[in-house]
């Protein structure tokens, strides 16, 4: 279904995505890792076709995607309905006078009747416990109701492909539950960026990890990675901690898993 080959890509000559190659089917869950700056969002911005591959190529359901294709009006209009992208930060995705209006607006844009509109609003805003806040503007919701909002938007457009940017960043433990109990059940195609070690399992079973050096250092199952301490070292998601106890000073891996 997404297809990457060999694909890089820079900004203003500094290398974020280096030789790149994955093949994701439909309907898998795939968790995508690595430190700051080693090209989670890039490679979502990609798959999601609001930038393009400098070298390499990236083929969706087989068809070439470049700036040409994204010109092609039909196609964008089918594309942009089938893979969407959640930002880290809310705020960005959020512009609309009210919570209705923020969850029909994509629904407007593709010309859906005011009937079908209002039954997918009403629909995605009670999964979502965003009934009470339909009236209110969205920039007086919390951070994790913002985000579940911003989950929302692109939900009532039934995509194929949900690309997720760190989706529990603002969310409490127990809306963390939940929108992990929420994947699990979507039979979509999903790639998520997390911080967090101890959720990579409950999101997906192939991991992807992104290392320093810009290219993919891992694919593979989740839990083998989460066992193999030389390459979570490779990946930066492990360091060596040194602490006391009482006079004996002793080091020990740690996980970077402060969520
Ligand atoms: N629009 C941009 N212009 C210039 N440089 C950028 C731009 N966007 C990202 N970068 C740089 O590209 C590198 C990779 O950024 P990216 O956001 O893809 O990393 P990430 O793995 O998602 O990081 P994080 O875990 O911090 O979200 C970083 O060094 C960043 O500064």
Same mark, same amino acid.
């Given at each position: 279904?997404?297809?990457?080959?060999? +694909?890089?890509?820079?900004?203003?000559?500094? %290398?974020?995505?280096? *030789?790149?190659?994955? *093949? +994701?089917?439909?309907?898998?869950?795939? %968790?995508?890792?690595?430190? *700051?700056?080693?090209?989670?969002? &890039?490679? =979502?911005?990609?798959?999601?076709?609001?930038?393009?591959?400098?070298?390499?190529?990236?083929?969706?359901?087989?068809?070439?995607?470049?700036?040409?294709?994204?010109?092609?009006?039909?196609?964008?209009?089918?594309?942009?309905?089938?893979?969407?992208?959640?930002?880290?930060?809310?705020?960005?995705?959020?512009?609309?006078?009210?919570?209705?209006?923020?969850?029909?607006?994509?629904?407007?844009? =593709?010309?859906?009747?005011?009937?079908?509109?209002?039954?997918?609003?009403?629909?995605?805003?009670?999964?979502?416990?965003?009934?009470?806040?339909?009236?209110?503007?969205?920039?007086?919701?919390?951070?994790?109701?913002?985000?579940?909002?911003?989950?929302?938007?692109?939900? %009532? =457009?039934?995509?194929? +492909?949900?690309?997720?940017?760190?989706?529990?960043?603002?969310?409490?433990?127990? &809306? &963390?539950?939940?929108?992990?109990?929420?994947?699990?059940?979507?039979?979509?195609?999903?790639?998520?960026?997390?911080? *967090?070690?101890?959720?990579?399992?409950?999101?997906?079973?192939?991991?992807? %990890? =992104?290392?320093?050096?810009?290219?993919?250092?891992?694919?593979?199952?989740?839990?083998?990675?989460?066992?193999?301490?030389?390459?979570?070292?490779?990946?930066?998601?492990?360091?060596?901690?040194?602490?006391?106890?009482?006079?004996?000073?002793?080091?020990?891996?740690?996980?970077?898993?402060?969520?």
């Amino acid at each position: 279904m997404i297809e990457l080959k060999d +694909v890089c890509y820079s900004y203003e000559g500094e %290398v974020v995505l280096k *030789n790149i190659s994955i *093949n +994701v089917k439909e309907g898998e869950k795939v %968790v995508l890792l690595g430190i *700051n700056g080693s090209g989670k969002t &890039t490679l =979502l911005k990609v798959i999601n076709a609001l930038i393009f591959p400098q070298k390499g190529f990236y083929f969706y359901c087989g068809v070439k995607i470049d700036k040409s294709k994204m010109k092609d009006r039909d196609f964008v209009k089918s594309f942009r309905k089938d893979v969407v992208l959640l930002f880290q930060n809310p705020d960005v995705m959020l512009f609309n006078p009210t919570v209705y209006d923020e969850l029909a607006f994509s629904l407007r844009q =593709l010309g859906l009747e005011d009937k079908e509109i209002k039954e997918r609003v009403l629909y995605w805003a009670d999964k979502f416990e965003l009934s009470p806040y339909l009236d209110k503007p969205p920039f007086k919701l919390s951070g994790g109701q913002k985000q579940k909002l911003c989950l929302a938007c692109l939900l %009532v =457009l039934e995509p194929k +492909v949900l690309l997720l940017d760190e989706p529990t960043a603002n969310l409490d433990p127990k &809306t &963390t539950g939940w929108l992990v109990d929420f994947l699990y059940d979507l039979k979509a195609t999903t790639i998520i960026t997390t911080h *967090n070690l101890s959720l990579a399992g409950e999101l997906g079973e192939r991991l992807l %990890v =992104l290392g320093e050096d810009h290219t993919i250092i891992y694919d593979g199952r989740v839990e083998d990675f989460l066992k193999d301490e030389e390459k979570m070292l490779k990946a930066g998601l492990l360091h060596k901690h040194k602490h006391k106890h009482g006079e004996k000073e002793h080091t020990h891996y740690h996980l970077h898993n402060y969520l």
